[in-house]
RNA sequence: GGGAGUAUAGCUCAGUUGGUUUAGAGCGCCUGCCUUACAAGCAGGAGGUCCUUGGUUCGAAUCCAUGUACUCCCACCA
């Protein structure tokens, strides 16, 4: 064992230096590789994969943590750790950004065509796929990069034809003319899960309709009157008195002048409105639902950009829903056709990425059948097979499963898997499969590409590109992801993972936190409030940045986060480093022997490594447990407070010592535990863990402490006797501590102690005196009280400070009172429990005993200092 | 309209199966300290009706119920 020779070690910890040559160390290394290896067991993660368009944000930065943390636990464990990284081509999102910049170039997608346009999109994912990997590395995470996958590879995009055609020739996948969500500004259908809803501010306009061969008229209210030029037909509900009589008649729509019949469906609510529906069987799905019951005409009066088309009046073509809507209302105006407008604020659903109202809108599509796909995943799930942290996520899961609907699985987009179906020319036939017809020149292919997330549900099936890496790889261990994509893409790998490998995908299944600013709004740019976290990570360390926000972040609760919290994490990798620094310094001239790990021992060295123990078990615990933030705080603590407050300051007693062999012992112990050490801090931590790690001893070319072996625990270790030796001379010093402070006695001030107990170790004696800067220590079971002396009573032990002279009795009288009464206090709860007779009967022995055990010492404490009061007076 | 979560110190949160906690931590605040690892630090201190009201129990921050407040998800009400 020897230490790295250093002439200077930095004051203040530098992660910036640090944390770049680590990482390139690994990197060249390859410390993430993995290679399948039937000896050893696999501990696999998939990631997540970003959008080629992404760019890394503060989510990312919890996510792709949680996951490094645990891979690199589990390599240190032992297992054959992987975690495949990866990019989504994110369909949608990809093809609008590419637009958007073709359109600045004067560029239109149509014009250009498919194949023109598709190798835009490769470019943008060249230049921009990347950023975001390469961002991820600043943040340290353990991804085998050899191992890069993207959605649209040549082996995924294969299997992602596979998984079509597997499920069409089964049925579970048909084409369809149905009412999908359409998005207007994409020109595609999107899925229901894509549609958000807003609370938008609008109007209810009360429109008349006037009823046929006669001079009254009907009034409907409505939010959307431009499609009234749709309509085919008034509904009432049939116990609506008021309407009986309609029933059956029909209104001569205003502006357009089509007839159309009144008729009762039980679904109109006769309290909304005026108990009158409008009903435009092409623009809206309960419209649309009531139109097949009652076999109405469906007029489509929109095109793919929910403009106005050939089926309304001439003056009304051609428009945008929104102009087409003021143009209508000033019609029906001047027709005199409108009764009223009220305020009235609704939910509109617009597209998640398109940012604009969505249409619902009659089109052929594919979609898929999720019954009975649906079913296993529901139950592996609820058998525990796949587990979800936290727990309650399950309901909602659940939920959603419960009322599956058919998911539309085509996009009119180009960027994307091309569904691999082709119609005949002539006879419109259906051809599936993984390969195009032989006679190609027959046939057209269907333009239309897969939803994203109907290609990444393989992912974690499908980023292993041999069988036998399949086999031993899969399912994975863990996902660590968003709850807000549980229904996108968790539910959805299982039922993948279900119907393609029959077994689960993950087991699993790791929900984080949202990420929120310090006043809990979202992040978002509009607001500034997200801070960019590579500035973050400059500005603070990887380390510091990865550290917080798990410190702060509870499982399944909002994370409040600023760039200033950061001080947290930096504040400790500094403590970590000056603790580092401080033994490395005075180990420089000393010969470090691993053969004196266990010479001149006393119990604050056992008391150390019983901590040490007691800290792993926690430690493990809490991980095994996915509890992340309560394993950082008892890293946090047993660094900081045990191992640096206390330990460190003690061993300064030997580490000084005159004799070389001790000196040399203490050293040598503390290195190597403070490596132990460092292999706790390593999953959170990895740049300052590492780059200690390396400095405590000579390393191999190529070592790393990533793939070194984490600490065992070791029952035997754990020391009861040291930890009340260790206690008793902690509570001296911290009363000694408490008397100089309210006493305004400065440290420098040696003083003299007199401490009234049967006996006392040297050893104790000695760290006492050194810590709480004593002289003269006279420890003796029959002490008279010096005159003019502060007191306290530790643990039932009379101790005395003499303070001739620089005494104030008021505040010894206040000190000796305030303690008196804490106590005081106490002994009320104690005593009232004791004297209840149900107490003493019901409670279990230990409890009782417990308690009375309480009472007398504190009654003790009381009488002590009560004399030391009346001495005082 | 359903469902989920949260409420503890000025702020952000811990608090393990009810009694081992004298309700803790970080930040902030007050008072001392440049004590030869660390002022990004050390030591001491102040600060809490554990959201309300009931219930279960010998015993409740902890379990149950009710209410209140905030957050989020789902749902086709024109």
Not at 30 to 54: A, L, M, Q, R
Not at 379 to 405: A, L, N, S
Not at 782 to 803: T, Y
Request: with cysteine; charged share 30%; hydrophobic share 40%.
């Amino acid at each position: 064992m020897k230490v790295k020779d250093l002439t200077d070690i930095p004051k203040a910890y530098n992660p910036k230096v640090v944390e770049d040559k680590w990482y390139k160390y690994w990197e060249e290394n390859k410390i993430f590789h993995s290679e399948v290896d039937e000896s050893k067991e696999s501990y696999t993660i998939v990631i997540p994969p970003p959008n080629v368009t992404g760019m890394l944000h503060l989510g990312h930065i919890l996510n792709n943590t949680l996951q490094d943390i645990f891979i690199r636990y589990k390599r240190m464990k032992g297992f054959n750790a992987l975690w495949v990284p990866g990019t989504d081509h994110a369909s949608i999102a990809t093809e609008s950004k590419v637009i958007a910049m073709l359109k600045e170039q004067g560029i239109n997608k149509y014009d250009i065509g498919r194949k023109k346009f598709l190798e835009h999109c490769w470019d943008w994912t060249d230049k921009y796929g990347g950023i975001i990997i390469q961002q991820l590395r600043k943040l340290g995470v353990s991804c085998d990069w050899d191992r890069l996958r993207f959605t649209m590879d040549d082996h995924y995009y294969e299997k992602v034809v596979e998984a079509f055609v597997k499920l069409y020739r089964e049925g579970l996948i048909y084409r369809g003319y149905r009412m999908v969500n359409w998005d207007p500004a994409s020109k595609s259908a999107i899925s229901d899960e894509e549609v958000l809803f807003k609370e938008v501010k609008g109007k209810l306009w009360y429109m008349r309709y006037p009823i046929k061969d006669t001079e009254e008229y009907l009034v409907v209210a409505t939010t959307r009157p431009e499609t009234m030029l749709g309509d085919t037909g008034v509904a009432v509900n049939p116990n609506d008195e008021r309407y009986k009589n309609l029933i059956g008649k029909s209104v001569v729509l205003p502006i357009v002048g089509r007839e159309i019949p009144i008729f009762a469906d039980e679904y109109v609510d006769l309290e909304f409105g005026t108990g009158a529906v409008k009903v435009t069987p092409a623009h809206d799905v309960n419209d649309y639902d009531m139109g097949q019951r009652h076999d109405l005409e469906i007029i489509n009066i929109f095109n793919d950009d929910a403009s106005t088309n050939s089926n309304v009046p001439e003056e009304f073509r051609e428009l945008d829903r929104y102009e087409v809507r003021k143009k209508v209302v000033a019609k029906l105006e001047e027709l005199n056709s409108i009764e009223k407008i009220e305020d009235y604020t609704n939910k509109v659903g617009y597209s998640d990425r398109g940012g604009v109202p969505i249409e619902p809108y009659l089109s052929e599509q594919w979609f898929m059948q999720m019954d009975d796909l649906s079913k296993s995943a529901l139950k592996v799930v609820r058998e525990g097979k796949v587990k979800f942290h936290p727990h309650h996520w399950i309901k909602t899961y659940e939920h959603w499963m419960g009322g599956i609907r058919d998911w539309c699985i085509s996009r009119q987009l180009w960027w994307g898997h091309q569904i691999p179906v082709w119609y005949h020319k002539e006879t419109n036939d259906i051809y599936c499969d993984v390969n195009p017809p032989e006679d190609i020149e027959n046939w057209r292919q269907e333009e239309d590409v897969l939803d994203t997330w109907a290609s990444s549900w393989l992912w974690a099936q499908d980023v292993f590109t041999s069988e036998e890496e399949q086999k031993y790889y899969y399912p994975t261990d863990l996902l660590v992801t968003g709850p807000d994509i549980i229904f996108f893409w968790v539910a959805r790998m299982i039922i993948a993972g279900m119907k393609f490998m029959n077994d689960i995908p993950f087991k699993d299944v790791y929900f984080t936190s949202i990420i929120r600013d310090d006043k809990g709004r979202k992040m978002s740019k509009s607001l500034g409030n997200s801070p960019d976290p590579i500035d973050v990570m400059n500005d603070y360390g990887a380390d510091a940045l990865r550290f917080t926000v798990n410190y702060i972040a509870p499982l399944g609760q909002d994370v409040l986060f600023s760039s200033e919290k950061t001080e947290l994490g930096r504040n400790f990798a500094n403590k970590i480093w000056n603790a580092a620094r401080f033994l490395l310094m005075n180990a420089q001239d000393v010969e470090l022997d691993e053969t004196l790990l266990n010479k001149h021992i006393d119990f604050t060295d056992e008391w150390i490594l019983s901590r040490f123990q007691n800290t792993l078990q926690k430690f493990e615990k809490a991980l095994d447990n996915f509890d992340v933030n309560g394993a950082t705080k008892i890293i946090y603590s047993y660094v900081w407070n045990d191992f640096c407050d206390w330990y460190i300051e003690l061993s300064k007693n030997r580490m000084y010592s005159d004799d070389a062999e001790v000196k040399a012992a203490v050293l040598t112990r503390s290195l190597s535990l403070f490596a132990e050490m460092m292999k706790l801090i390593h999953p959170f931590m990895p740049f300052i863990s590492e780059e200690i790690w390396q400095l405590l001893d000579e390393r191999k070319e190529g070592e790393s402490i990533s793939t070194s072996d984490f600490p065992k625990q070791n029952v035997e270790l754990i020391n009861e006797t040291a930890e009340k030796e260790m206690e008793f001379v902690q509570d001296v010093i911290t009363a000694i501590r408490n008397i100089r402070g309210e006493m305004n006695i400065p440290p420098s001030k040696i003083i003299a102690l007199y401490l009234k107990t049967e006996s006392l170790s040297q050893v104790q004696q000695d760290y006492i005196k050194s810590i709480a800067k004593v002289d003269e220590l006279v420890v003796d079971k029959i002490i008279d009280k010096p005159k003019a002396s502060a007191s306290a009573v530790v643990r039932g032990c009379d101790i005395f400070i003499p303070l001739e002279g620089l005494i104030d009795l008021d505040v010894e009288r206040n000190r000796i009172t305030k303690e008196i009464n804490r106590l005081e206090g106490m002994m009320v709860g104690v005593s009232k429990k004791l004297s209840n007779e149900k107490f003493v009967n019901n409670a279990p022995a230990e409890v009782v005993e417990k308690e009375k055990a309480k009472q007398t010492d504190w009654q003790n404490s009381i009488d002590k200092l009560k004399i030391i009061l009346s001495d005082l007076n």
